[in-house]
């Protein structure tokens, strides 16, 4: 049920935020007898079974099943002006942020030219009631596909503004309400009137900590390596969410993977339990 006060026309009006659906699930665990651990793991030896965690503090930890769920940070630009309008007009999800009332009907900016950046602004300009969306390319020419930069070009609520590049980003301390660009080519500065920018230079996969101990591609996403499972190139290894995910990247994608990999964890346990001695800890299913 929503929770009271929110409501419009008489219907229920809320969202759940990835943020609290989080901590929902870990509530959820907790209620089933869940030991949780809040640190950081440094490294892994994968190297077994059992397999041994170091913790930044505290006693290693082994385990005969580990589930890999550290996520993905989306790549920004660095700025102190950025850093300060995080949810406050600064955002690099789009599909995540793009409706909520601080963006809607006013102009906006999607920084990149990869086919992500295209897909971000068209997904804002398709929004009801959407106001101008800038396409900000530091260069002049995109990295998209072809159909994708087609796509950006033609759209009628689309702007693409070449050789340019965020030097700031304005505000009243409280919301985003402009950029300071600046020209790559001739190096002149301007300012744009925009309620909000959001970022779509990519995403980096939280792995460096694993040092290699499993199969990953050129970007560092972690590798299935069989179709339709979580398992990762090592038994009883598996990745959930966006660790393992660099096109859906949505925390209810990251949710069903999570649930995906905690029964490919217990099943591993179920068919290895001589080797184990994981079949005295499972409790009685009758």
Same mark, same amino acid.
């Given at each position: 049920?929503?929770?009271? %006060? ?71 630009? %660095? ?17 995540? !942020? ?10 906006? &900016? ?10 971000? &602004? *068209? ?15 530091? =260069?002049?020419?995109? =990295? ?5 930069? !087609? ?31 600046? !020209?790559?080519?001739? $190096?002149? *500065? ?58 859906? =990247?949505? &925390?209810?994608?990251?949710? $069903?993977?999570?649930?995906? &990999? ?14 184990? %001695? ?9």
């Amino acid at each position: 049920m929503a929770p009271e %006060g929110h409501e419009k026309d008489g219907q229920p009006h809320y969202a759940v935020q990835g943020v609290e659906l989080m901590e929902l699930m870990k509530q959820q665990a907790l209620n089933f007898g869940t030991r949780v651990v809040s640190d950081d793991i440094e490294r892994v030896d994968f190297s077994g079974p059992p397999h041994t965690l170091y913790p930044a503090s505290g006693e290693p930890v082994q385990a005969h099943t580990v589930i890999i769920a550290t996520g993905a940070r989306a790549n920004y630009l %660095g700025l102190p002006s950025e850093e300060l309008y995080k949810n406050k007009g600064v955002s690099a999800c789009a599909v995540c !942020d793009g409706a909520l009332p601080v963006y809607r009907s006013k102009p906006l &900016a999607v920084v990149g030219g990869g086919d992500s950046a295209v897909e971000e &602004a *068209t997904y804002l300009a398709n929004l009801k009631g959407a106001d101008k969306i800038y396409l900000l390319v530091r =260069r002049d020419q995109m =990295r998209a596909s072809k159909v994708m930069q !087609d796509r950006a070009i033609n759209h009628p609520n689309i702007e693409i503004l070449w050789n340019t590049v965020v030097e700031e980003v304005l505000g009243d301390e409280k919301l985003v309400n402009g950029l300071r660009l600046k !020209d790559t080519v001739d $190096g002149s *500065t301007r300012e744009l009137k925009v309620g909000g920018m959001f970022v779509a230079i990519g995403h980096t996969p939280n792995t460096s900590f694993l040092d290699g101990a499993v199969e990953m591609n050129n970007e560092g996403y972690i590798q299935w390596t069989k179709a339709f499972r979580t398992n990762t190139s090592v038994n009883g290894v598996f990745a959930a969410g966006d660790v393992a995910d660099d096109y859906y =990247r949505q &925390a209810i994608t990251s949710a $069903g993977t999570g649930c995906m &990999a905690a029964l490919d964890a217990e099943r591993f346990l179920v068919e290895h339990e001589e080797t184990t %001695g994981t079949s005295e800890a499972r409790p009685s299913l009758t």
